[in-house]
């Protein structure tokens, strides 16, 4: 949503050179659109998104040793339940985190695919041989990100998939993140393992 923000802002209008030569159907801006909002998503993604949740992990992981000894009453639908460690319970916590963070991970080796080169429909018409890879090859060089060219450039331009997988790990973590800030607000509400 952030970069597609961007873009509508004209944030990133600098990746968008209008030419004298455009044609009617802004077909050099739109062939650059999916690359910059997967240059931007990814580097997003590495930056700042990963790194703090790397952050909230370790925290959640150092509580975790530090409760160790903290026995609590447990909790199943709001109900009490057996007893746990407190450290146990942020122990899940920091394991939500670093599942998120294999999420997120796991979606980049498509959002490192990159469609230039595959001109209007993918079949590279027009394009010397061999512009494809030199182009992701400097993207990656600028970006110090491991951009390809895409496996298949039909695919790369005709649907927006990657960013689907991207968001839907995004949605996951948000989720866990929501879950982890309610139950440590319930566990804020008790006094002596009874809610009041």
């Given at each position: 949503?952030?970069?597609?923000?961007?873009?509508?802002?004209?944030?990133?209008?600098?990746?968008?050179?209008?030419?004298?030569?455009?044609?009617?159907?802004?077909?050099?801006?739109?062939?650059?659109?999916?690359?910059?909002?997967?240059?931007?998503?990814?580097?997003?993604?590495?930056?700042?998104?990963?790194?703090?949740?790397?952050?909230?992990?370790?925290?959640?992981?150092?509580?975790?040793?530090?409760?160790?000894?903290?026995?609590?009453?447990?909790?199943?639908?709001t109900q009490d339940?057996?007893?746990?460690?407190?450290?146990?319970?942020?122990?899940?916590?920091?394991?939500?985190?670093?599942?998120?963070?294999?999420?997120?991970?796991?979606?980049?080796?498509?959002?490192?695919?990159?469609?230039?080169?595959?001109?209007?429909?993918?079949?590279?018409?027009?394009?010397?041989?061999?512009?494809?890879v030199k182009i992701?090859?400097?993207?990656?060089?600028?970006?110090?990100?491991?951009?390809?060219?895409?496996?298949?450039?039909?695919?790369?331009?005709?649907?927006?998939?990657?960013?689907?997988?991207?968001?839907?790990?995004?949605?996951?973590?948000?989720?866990?993140?929501?879950?982890?800030?309610?139950?440590?607000?319930?566990?804020?509400?008790?006094?002596?393992?009874?809610?009041?």
């Open positions: 949503m952030q970069v597609a923000q961007e873009v509508a802002e004209g944030q990133l209008d600098d990746h968008f050179p209008l030419v004298i030569w455009q044609t009617g159907s802004g077909t050099q801006s739109n062939m650059n659109a999916n690359e910059v909002m997967h240059i931007a998503a990814a580097t997003e993604i590495n930056s700042r998104f990963v790194p703090s949740l790397e952050q909230l992990h370790k925290s959640l992981h150092s509580k975790s040793a530090e409760f160790q000894d903290i026995i609590k009453i447990g909790r199943t639908h339940a057996t007893p746990l460690t407190l450290g146990q319970e942020f122990s899940g916590y920091a394991t939500q985190v670093k599942y998120g963070i294999d999420r997120i991970v796991c979606t980049l080796p498509r959002m490192y695919q990159l469609a230039q080169g595959g001109t209007a429909v993918g079949t590279g018409l027009n394009t010397k041989k061999g512009f494809d992701a090859a400097a993207v990656a060089e600028e970006t110090e990100l491991p951009f390809v060219t895409a496996e298949n450039k039909f695919e790369a331009l005709a649907a927006h998939d990657a960013f689907v997988e991207s968001s839907g790990a995004v949605n996951t973590i948000s989720v866990s993140l929501m879950k982890i800030a309610n139950d440590i607000r319930l566990l804020g509400s008790m006094v002596t393992t009874m809610i009041v």
